[in-house]
């Protein structure tokens, strides 16, 4: 038995895009314990809603995190929209989820990128980020902007999508297919990532629903919790939508269900890109939410269930906005499968639970 | 041209940004932009870089991690603050947790702006940093021969 001792972790470090701090103690080159801390990017966002009316606020929304913008947006608008009962036009609802769903492969291909980063396929990090400018040029095209897009406005969007333009989002997720199938080959059979990933940072499936663990990252360990299986907006036009969930429950699951569900959110654009109805693509939204009236509403972000909270008090500015993300409900099962895991597994414990912190701390 | 300035190692630090100039940052790193082609490395080692971005403005808790990578950094080194949060605060500068941009914790020498802030822009910035790399490293062997 050696003697314990603690390492350090972050905030600033090569696998880690964002800074979050984790005192390590380990015993033997093995992790006994993981404490993670956090506060680097806590801003104190929630607090501008009383300086910020409901509608400025939604730019300060989206930047909560520059990987999930458009779900943030989305989120905010469609909780002011509850609070005031204001109903969206089906077309601005059904070009909320295209645009969500692009967002989520460009989010989950980001990550596979990150993850090859991890254990050190550097190659292949590379190649996971050239797929994804294919689709950011998409949302340059249609937004005008690549990472933060202000389209989303309270009662529907600011920008149409047109019909050639549609077909081209669905010619352009065609032809990056088969370049992202080979990608995921060698995520998936490549016998080194396999013996990198498989049965690191173990969480069964019991162990997953007591930490209340949520997205991709409960999915992989056989949680079938998506919330777009609740059908809000246009989720609910769709014929078919089946969580995808895998029973490996460690690091190698994780890769399995995010690089399956590129190509369920590929199959999603395309079926409501056929479907889309014509029609307006937002209503006016005049006047404040009632006193004390209060509205919530739940997101599946690219890393899982987030909740939004809102109430308002008869003006133009809310009482109150509250969020909870994926992030800060995963990080406790993060410090569990960190227990008991050899020091080199850690940065890709770390990373299969995608860490968004900007997002968690706001 | 000094030997620095011909492929100039880069490290970044997410201070309190929204992730969203941070992927641009590393996205500029990669294929589509490219800059590693001109021998422009993102390294995680303060001690190998010549240049570091910093995207997001600076809080109470982060001040030390950024000063702390500055002063790890050997002269000559340039910093380019990417984005408009980096910059001045941006949107964020009335948040009660925040001090405003990057130049309250380390000298800034290039403002890469926008929000987010675009992989051209840093590419831009980042040109510009070389021209203020070579200065410095001049200015330094001037100081070592004058000593
Ligand atoms: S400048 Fe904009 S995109 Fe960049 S970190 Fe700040 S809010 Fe995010």
């Not at chain 1, 701090?21 to 314990?33: A, C, F, G, K, P």
């Not at chain 2, 492929?7 to 929204?18: E, F, K, R």
């Not at chain 2, 949060?85 to 309250?104: E, P, R």
């Not at chain 2, 675009?118 to 070592?144: C, H, N, T, W, Y």
Request: proline share 5%; aromatic share 8%; net charge negative.
């Amino acid at each position: 038995m050696g003697k314990k001792s603690v390492i350090p972790f972050g905030p600033q470090h090569p696998v880690l895009p964002e800074p979050l701090h984790l005192d390590l103690v380990v015993e033997d080159e093995v992790v006994i314990e993981a404490t993670p801390q956090i506060g680097f990017v806590h801003r104190g966002l929630e607090r501008l809603v009383q300086t910020r009316d409901y509608n400025q606020f939604i730019y300060v929304a989206e930047r909560i995190c520059g990987i999930c913008a458009f779900g943030h947006s989305m989120g905010y608008a469609e909780t002011i929209e509850r609070l005031m009962g204001v109903e969206i036009p089906k077309r601005a609802e059904y070009l909320r989820v295209i645009w969500h769903e692009l967002s989520r492969v460009h989010s989950h291909i980001l990550w596979l990128g990150l993850a090859a980063d991890a254990f050190g396929h550097e190659a292949l990090f590379m190649h996971c980020w050239r797929l994804r400018e294919r689709v950011l040029d998409l949302f340059e095209k249609t937004t005008g902007g690549r990472v933060i897009f202000s389209v989303v406005k309270v009662g529907g969007v600011q920008r149409d999508i047109d019909a050639s333009m549609l077909n081209q989002f669905v010619s352009v997720l065609e032809g990056i297919m088969g370049e992202y199938q080979q990608i995921c080959r060698a995520f998936l059979e490549d016998s080194s990532v396999r013996n990198r990933t498989s049965g690191v940072g173990v969480i069964s499936t019991e162990r997953a629903l007591d930490l209340s663990m949520v997205g991709p990252f409960a999915r992989a360990s056989n949680v079938p919790y998506d919330v777009r299986s609740l059908g809000n907006g246009a989720y609910g036009d769709l014929s078919d939508f089946q969580p995808i969930v895998s029973s490996n429950c460690d690091c190698y699951a994780r890769m399995e269900v995010r690089a399956a569900e590129v190509i369920q959110s590929i199959a999603i654009i395309k079926e409501l890109a056929a479907k889309i109805p014509a029609g307006d693509i937002a209503v006016p939204v005049k006047g404040a939410p009632a006193v004390d009236s209060e509205a919530c509403n739940v997101v599946e972000q690219p890393r899982g269930e987030c909740y939004y909270y809102a109430k308002g008090n008869g003006t133009k500015y809310l009482d109150r906005m509250r969020m909870r993300t994926p992030t800060s409900q995963n990080l406790a099962g993060m410090a569990v499968a960190l227990n008991g895991c050899d020091i080199a597994d850690v940065n890709m414990i770390v990373l299969t639970i995608d860490p968004c912190i900007s997002c968690t701390e706001r | 041209m000094g030997f620095a300035s011909k492929s100039p190692w880069v490290i970044h630090y997410d201070a309190s940004s929204c992730n969203g100039c941070d992927i641009e940052v590393l996205a500029a790193l990669c294929p589509g932009f490219d800059v590693e082609r001109f021998g422009i490395i993102n390294t995680g080692n303060p001690k190998h870089a010549d240049i570091f971005l910093v995207t997001g403005s600076v809080n109470d808790r982060n001040i030390s991690v950024v000063k702390q990578i500055y002063d790890q950094m050997v002269e000559p080194k340039v910093v380019v603050a990417c984005g408009t949060c980096a910059c001045s605060g941006g949107i964020f500068h009335d948040c009660y947790n925040v001090l405003g941009g990057v130049d309250k914790a380390i000298p800034v020498d290039v403002y890469a702006p926008g929000c987010a802030v675009r992989p051209e822009a840093i590419i831009d910035g980042v040109v510009q940093a070389l021209g203020i790399l070579e200065e410095k490293s001049k200015a330094l062997k001037e100081s070592k021969r004058r000593a």
